[in-house]
Every structure is written in structure tokens, then in C-alpha cells.
């Protein structure tokens, strides 16, 4: 398995970032780390998060780092970082995503 992140999950990476750094620069270096970071652990436990029945045949699932909801996707022996918000955030994805 290996673990590969889509253009949008490091976009939104980059967006949580400097939405944190003026209000808590510490904070928001910490929180970056801990959310590249997570993904890791779908190495060991790919199935770790909740299946996300709306976007079958496809398998995408999600887990919750702290504050924050990713995404994911299993394809063959590829895990894709899909998406990643607060949990604070209005978001609404579609099964193409």
C-alpha cells in the first residue's frame, strides 16, 4: 500500500494552514504535522475509517484526526487522500469527489 494526496487534500492542507497561522502560528504548524501525519496509520488498517456508503461501487471512507474529517479512497493498493476539513466547515461532496 502506499499513500498518495489528491491536488483538493493539498489544497485544503494549505487552506487550514493559513486560516491558523495569523489567529495561533504554533497551533497551526501542530495541526498541519498532525494531519499529514495521519494517514500513515491507513498503512497497517486501510478499513480503519467509516465506509461511506454514497460513494459506492467506490470505496471511500473517513476518519477523524482531532477537530478535523478526511477522506479517503482505497483503489487497488493505493489509498487517496481526498478531502480534509474542520469539522466546524459547511461541506457537501458530491460521489465525484
Known sequence: ???VWTSRASSD???LHEHLRPIAPDAAARVVQQLARAPSRLLDYPRLGEKLEAYEPREV???V???????YE???ATIFVLRLWHGRESRS???DE
Open 93 to 95: 461532496f458530491g460521489p
Open 1 to 3: 500500500m502506499r499513500i
Open 13 to 15: 492542507l494549505m487552506r
Open 74 to 76: 482505497i483503489a487497488d
Open 61 to 63: 471512507r473517513r476518519i
Open 65 to 71: 484526526v482531532g477537530n478535523y474529517e478526511m477522506r
